[in-house]
């Protein structure tokens, strides 16, 4: 019994220290900032593969954003915003970490 529940300890540990949790966004979440960014920093604290980015804008429809440049396992993103003007921007990404389990999260800025 012993024995199973150190296994299971070191099984959980192993998976908790796997993971790759964003460590810095730029804007800040809940930034009020005066321009649109022309691009939205990710940083993680690991190695991650994002597969998918959306940014919703006030009434617009969300809108995919361009992962184009960006392969393999990395903990640093750097993603091109399109300006919608002024309001509230929310991001929300996915992405794989190294030990294959799924990712996900999400920020928002407020261009005044």
Sequence with gaps: M?????GAAMLWATGVVAHSPLSGIT???EAIIAEVPTEVLLEFKGDIRLTRVTMTHKDHPSVDMDLTGHSGFIS???????????????IEWRGLGTDGHALTGSFHFTVE
Excluded: R, W
């Excluded at 012993?2 to 150190?6: D, F, G, Q």
């Excluded at 640093?76 to 929310?90: D, F, H, L, N, W």
């Design 27 to 29: 804007p800040a979440h």
């Design 76 to 90: 640093s993103y750097a993603i091109p915003v399109q300006p919608m003007g002024t309001g509230e921007y929310v």
């Design 2 to 6: 012993k024995i199973l529940m150190v």
